[in-house]
Structures are given as C-alpha cells and as structure tokens.
C-alpha cells in the first residue's frame, strides 16, 4: 500500500483530486497545461500549502520516505519533469518578466529537490535558464532568485 493520496498518484496507483491518472495530466495538450492550474501541486508535491490551490494535499513525512524509494514514483516524477520541460520548450508564454508558471517552475524546483534530488532538480533548471537566456533574458532578476533559492538547501538550523 501507498503511502498517502500523493504517493499513490505518483506512483500510478491513483488518482489526483479531479480522478485524473498521472498518465492523463501527462498526456495534456501544451494549452491544457497552461489553462489547467490544479495538476502541479498533484505532480510536484510538498510538504506545505499551496496559495494557489488550497485544498490540494500536503506531503507528509512518509509519503516523502515512500516516494523516494518508489521506483514507479521516482519514474513518474523524471516524466513529469520531462512533460514539463517539453512544454517550457514549446511555448512562449512563460517568457515574460512575469508570469504564474514562474511560480510553477518555483515549485517544481522544489518538489524534485526534494523527492528526486538535487542533480534531478538541477538539471530542470539548467534546461529552464539556457531556455531564458536564448529567449532575450525577459524573466525579472526578482523571480529567477526564487528559483535560485529554490535550488539552494536551508542550513540545518534554518528549517
């Protein structure tokens, strides 16, 4: 058995809030993706509320443990990032001093840091910034510093 709703869905073995399958979030259109705002907080989860989609669940201590040593997890969440950075490759949307999938990749960042680990997550952001940068530099500094501090492990004494 799974851990929590969360590590159910990633692992494929159920679904998110709406009874979509990873399989079907991830089959989405590039414009679903950016029309539909309550598949993220399904696919990269954390351990706190999300502003955005309140009732979205929160991930749990175990569903952490689990997911990390869930190898239909861990699978899921590499696709998941993939989709992603397929989309982030495809539209031009994002490009903009700012826009609500800078919150998204913020997120993202953050949930494969910390269920895949940091070279998964690194290697997201790479893709994101050369994305940037071939795109003009149009993000704010302002948003790319969370996504730099996204990248960046807290001190032990700060968590």
Known sequence: MKSGPLHAYLAGA???GRNRSIDEVLAFSDEKLEQVHDYVQWLFPLPTRSSAQPSAPVLTLDEIGGIR?????????RRAAERMLAFYGATQWWLASSDHNHLRITRILQSLRLLAGQERAQK????????????????????????????????????
């Open 14 to 16: 159920g679904p998110d």
């Open 69 to 77: 040593a869930d190898e239909k997890a861990q699978v899921n969440l």
């Open 124 to 159: 997201f952001y790479d893709v994101i910034l050369e994305r940037h940068r071939a795109a003009g530099s149009p993000i704010s500094p302002h948003n790319l510093r969370y996504w730099a501090a996204a990248m960046n492990p807290q001190p032990p004494g700060d968590r």
